[in-house]
């Protein structure tokens, strides 16, 4: 039976900014007219650091093109799942467990009529698919939401055909970041069960992956997480006029503390490719 999302984490999700409430008013801000193309969207439907480039980039490394059959597990809105589906013509199943994001992203394809993506609800870590069944699985910043990460790469493993790729972006943890700061993750955007770059070479070789390669993004998040803070900063005045002076002001510590880790070099990300 399908469990329902991890507490906490689901609470983070039902709070999030980037929702799909969010995403069609800020077209409507735009005065968007026109029939709702899955270009559009692409500026507000992305929950990752490094917006498009960052999908492509992972899409290259799994060799994604028209005629592979793509896994997004933790799909969010289905951004990421609609690029690949209307860049490369690919067909890709976003699997997402938060009830609300899933459901986000199958209305956002019909709007578009996106009919390459189909979203499954589900939990990455069980995954109701048959084996094989995918040539690629991609993520982005999602694994950190999950404490069995040794389940969701074994569940990858078993769903990819032999030869198939798995491509995933995600946080990691350096020596320095402490308990006190891991908790902190915890409550604030919970993330669990950090990984080193090291902790998911291991991880994934454990799950039986070959050619696993991982790469250090620590000094592309740094530039990328200021910037979105300068930009959270900028917008203040409207910001504070949606969500209020309090709301606006505990989201702007949150986003401080994690970008003060990320420059300290306790967090940072990492980009893993492996072979099935
Ligand atoms: C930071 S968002 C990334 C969304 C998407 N990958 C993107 O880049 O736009 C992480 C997503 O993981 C989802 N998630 C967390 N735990 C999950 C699980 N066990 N199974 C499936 N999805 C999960 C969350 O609900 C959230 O939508």
């Known amino acids: 039976m399908l469990q329902g999302t991890p507490g906490r984490v689901r609470e983070y999700y ?5 929702s799909e409430a969010r995403v069609l008013e800020a077209l409507a801000a735009q005065g968007f007219g026109g029939p709702l193309t899955a270009e559009a969207l692409f500026e507000f439907d992305q929950d990752h650091y490094g917006g498009l480039a960052a999908v492509d980039a992972l899409a290259g490394r799994a060799g994604v093109g028209a005629s592979s059959r793509v896994l997004d597990l933790c799909a969010g809105l ?8 209307s860049r490369r013509g690919s067909a890709v ?4 467990l938060h009830p609300g994001r899933a459901a986000g992203a199958a209305r956002l394809n019909r ?15 069980t995954l109701p698919f048959a084996n094989g069944a995918f040539d ?9 939401h999950i404490a069995d990460k040794p389940a969701v790469l074994a569940e990858c493993h078993r769903v990819l055909v032999p030869g198939g790729r798995l491509a995933f972006t995600d946080w990691i943890a350096f020596p320095s970041l402490g308990d006190r700061e891991r908790e902190r ?24 992956f070959t050619a696993v390669e991982a790469e250090d993004l620590s000094g592309e998040w740094r530039s ?5 803070l300068e930009l959270h900063r900028a917008l203040r005045p409207q910001r504070e006029a949606r969500l209020g002076q309090r709301s606006y002001e505990e989201c702007d510590q949150l986003h401080a503390y994690f970008v003060r880790l990320i420059e300290a070099g306790k967090l940072g990300g990492g980009r893993f490719t492996a072979t099935r």
Do not use: N
């Open 111 to 125: 709007l578009v009529k996106q009919t390459r993506v189909a979203v499954v609800r589900a939990d990455a870590a």
């Open 136 to 144: 690629a699985c991609l993520s982005q910043e999602a694994l950190l």
């Open 93 to 96: 199943v976003a699997l997402e």
């Open 78 to 85: 289905g951004g990421p799942a609609r690029f690949l589906a």
């Open 224 to 228: 990328i997480v200021r910037k979105r």
């Open 185 to 208: 993750l915890w409550e604030w955007m919970a993330a669990t069960t950090l990984q080193t770059l090291d902790g998911y070479r291991a991880l994934l070789g454990r799950a039986s």
């Open 14 to 18: 039902d709070e999030h900014p980037i």
